[in-house]
């Protein structure tokens, strides 16, 4: 929600979360968000776009005692409804049928629409690129035909490179499951759907993802339109039946979550979602569900660590670095501080999760998990410390693991970057300002 007419100007946001009424926009319900200052009393309440956080991609905007008038209401749902793919779901599984049933040189997909063409339509696209001989592998493979949407807080489809997508489906076959709710993983999706289409391959993916051009590729039981900011089923109560019966675990069929949020998004928002999907799973009542959670993958940067544990306490962070093809940094084999950041973080007890040793992970038998082959165990803090594959520095004054560029500073009294301003205040809550509390634990946010 970025600064306008009426807006609040820059500085802290807290989400409050999704709130009973809240107005919806394209993307779905709103959050309700509130400007915060330091020290200060709460500001004034707001309803934006749980999905967008740059107001290019998204404009809406409401304070949350606005009275709208009934005209800005109709103006708005029209909006919406402009503002919805060309085609429903069961009209695109339609056309797929009848795509693949053309002969190859009469299979067309526009390039600039990002959309399957008939031939009837052909003349409407005529001055469009278009991609001409659509072959059958390349349908299956819709994360290479379409064109990726790299907008880091909305959608940020980096796309796993093959290589961690082949790790994580070999890890989730080894340990067993047999269902993978592929929430924002649609590679992982595809390979899954692919191997199953080859060979004898017992693995199922359900797909829920904000990007609605994979309607084009899936049917119903395969994907569904999902915002994981504000967990919107786009299809409504089908798609929410949808995924509880792929999560109904029959014949021993255990189910996993996999979920690759964009980077930018908000930590707060998506744990919300992500618990309520598990208790989607946990409501479907299988036996020895109870005081257990859903299996999940989350991926994400490890500097995200503090914040996802805030939120799952259950949750560790596996070492092993996780690569994306479209992405100038997060590649794996950089040294230093190149290398991908993106970790896997993990309600399985980490000895399970087995990293292949010839790309230099090795296990940690004190810890009792796998670890880069830079994570050296540290005998004063008893455990492999490293967070970016680095070897870290055990500071006796700070008690603890550093980086290795870190050095003690005795006026800040904290280790930290060598060249830095000595101007360390007392950090508090950022809504309250006082101490001993986060900010989303604030009780002033209550």
């Given at each position: 929600a970025a600064a306008g007419p009426g807006r609040p100007r820059s500085g802290p946001l807290a989400l409050l979360g999704p709130a009973p009424g809240a107005p919806s926009c394209p993307h779905g319900p709103t959050l309700l968000f509130v400007k915060t200052s330091q020290g200060k009393e709460e500001g004034r309440r707001f309803y934006a776009c749980s999905a967008c956080r740059d107001r290019k991609d998204c404009n809406f905007f409401q304070w949350e005692d606005e009275k709208v008038s009934e005209i800005r209401l109709a103006a708005r749902e029209e909006y919406n409804r402009n503002h919805q793919p060309p085609f429903t779901h069961r009209q695109n599984v339609d056309r797929y049928k009848n795509f693949v049933l053309l002969p190859l040189s009469?299979?067309?997909?526009?390039?600039?629409?990002?959309?399957?063409?008939?031939?009837?339509?052909?003349?409407?696209?005529?001055a469009h690129q278009c991609l001409c001989d659509v072959t059958t592998a390349q349908l299956k493979s819709p994360s290479q035909l379409l064109y990726p949407l790299e907008n880091k807080k909305t959608n940020a489809?980096?796309?796993?490179?093959?290589?961690?997508?082949?790790?994580?489906?070999?890890?989730?076959v080894d340990l067993g499951?047999?269902?993978?709710?592929?929430?924002?993983?649609?590679?992982?999706?595809e390979m899954i759907q692919s191997r199953a289409s080859q060979e004898?391959?017992?693995?199922?993916?359900?797909?829920?993802?904000?990007?609605?051009?994979?309607?084009?590729?899936?049917?119903?039981?395969?994907?569904?339109?999902?915002?994981?900011?504000?967990?919107?089923?786009?299809?409504?109560?089908?798609?929410?039946?949808?995924c509880r019966k792929f999560?109904?675990?029959?014949?021993?069929?255990r189910a996993i979550m996999v979920t690759d949020p964009p980077f930018g998004g908000l930590v707060e928002a998506l744990a919300s979602s992500f618990k309520k999907l598990m208790a989607m799973w946990k409501e479907t009542e299988k036996?020895?569900?109870d005081n257990k959670e859903m299996p999940v993958f989350w991926i994400f940067p490890y500097f995200f660590e503090s914040r996802i544990l805030d939120f799952f306490p259950s949750f560790s962070m596996m070492d092993y670095q996780v690569d994306y093809d479209n992405h100038?940094?997060?590649?794996?084999?950089?040294?230093?501080?190149?290398?991908s950041p993106v970790r896997i973080f993990t309600n399985l007890t980490p000895s399970m999760i087995v990293l292949p040793e010839e790309e230099g992970y090795r296990f940690c038998t004190v810890c009792q998990r796998y670890v880069s082959s830079g994570n050296q165990h540290c005998e004063i803090c008893n455990s492999c410390t490293s967070k970016d594959g680095r070897r870290w520095k055990h500071c006796v004054l700070c008690k603890k693991c550093v980086k290795p560029s870190w050095?003690?500073?005795?006026?800040?009294?904290?280790c930290t970057l060598q060249k830095h301003s000595c101007e360390k205040t007392e950090v508090g809550c950022f809504v309250c300002g006082k101490a001993g509390h986060k900010r989303s634990a604030c009780p002033s946010l209550s």
């Open positions: 009469k299979r067309r997909f526009c390039q600039e629409c990002q959309q399957l063409l008939l031939p009837a339509e052909w003349e409407k696209h005529s489809q980096y796309l796993f490179a093959d290589r961690s997508c082949q790790f994580l489906l070999n890890l989730l499951f047999r269902r993978v709710l592929s929430v924002g993983t649609p590679r992982l999706h004898e391959f017992s693995v199922r993916s359900l797909l829920l993802d904000i990007d609605f051009r994979y309607s084009q590729f899936y049917t119903e039981d395969e994907f569904c339109h999902y915002n994981m900011f504000n967990h919107h089923f786009f299809g409504g109560e089908a798609a929410r039946e949808t999560l109904y675990e029959e014949n021993g069929e036996e020895g569900h100038a940094l997060y590649k794996h084999g950089k040294t230093g501080r190149r290398q050095f003690h500073c005795n006026n800040c009294n904290c």
